[in-house]
């Protein structure tokens, strides 16, 4: 089974956000596997964001994932990676589709929201970065077989 990591920024938590976006990963089927409500350290910010560390919007990024609480999670299911991202939405809420938690809720691009890996590698590399081997639980929920053929 795909694993994906999920954030909720900070101003998706100020905001009152935190069960809209896993009732929504819930009611699409996907199983939750990890969460915390974690302030974050500059260190981790910037690992975390390492892609984007020569971009002139890095330090405005950093500062404001460590300025207030997030909450990590990691969702798993069939295709959870993909899947995550269309249920997120475009990286600018703007151009983000009715319907997604960014098209729904976000207005601008330095404020969308929450965060979901963009591929598994990806995936794999940060659910390391966020998480340790036993704050991760592998269970099958009982639904299972009604989500899937299998
Ligand atoms: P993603 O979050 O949809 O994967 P990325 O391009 O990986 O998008 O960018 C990471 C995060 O950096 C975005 O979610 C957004 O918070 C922030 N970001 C990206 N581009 C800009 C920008 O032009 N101005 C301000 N923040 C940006």
């Known amino acids: 089974m795909e694993r994906t990591f999920i954030m909720i920024k900070p101003d998706g ?7 809209e976006v896993i009732a929504r990963f819930e009611r699409k089927g996907f199983t939750l596997v990890g969460m ?6 500059r260190e981790l910010a910037e690992k975390h964001y390492d892609v984007h ?4 919007f890095f330090g405005g990024l950093v500062e ?4 207030s609480p997030v909450v990590a ?18 990286t600018n809420p703007i151009s983000s ?3 997604t938690i960014r098209g729904d809720f976000g207005i601008t691009i330095g404020r ?8 598994v590698e990806t995936a794999q590399r940060e659910i390391a970065l966020w998480f340790t081997e036993p704050e991760l639980a592998s269970w099958t929920p ?6 899937y053929e299998d």
């Open 64 to 67: 404001f994932i460590t300025s």
């Open 112 to 119: 969308n929201l929450i965060h979901g890996s963009d591929a």
């Open 36 to 41: 915390k409500l974690m302030a974050v350290s």
């Open 97 to 99: 589709a009715p319907g």
């Open 142 to 147: 009982a639904n299972h077989g009604w989500l």
């Open 53 to 56: 560390k020569d971009k002139p």
């Open 73 to 90: 999670m990691v969702w798993e299911g069939e295709n959870v990676v993909a899947s995550g991202r269309t249920l997120i939405g475009a």
């Open 13 to 19: 938590v100020q905001r009152g956000l935190i069960g």
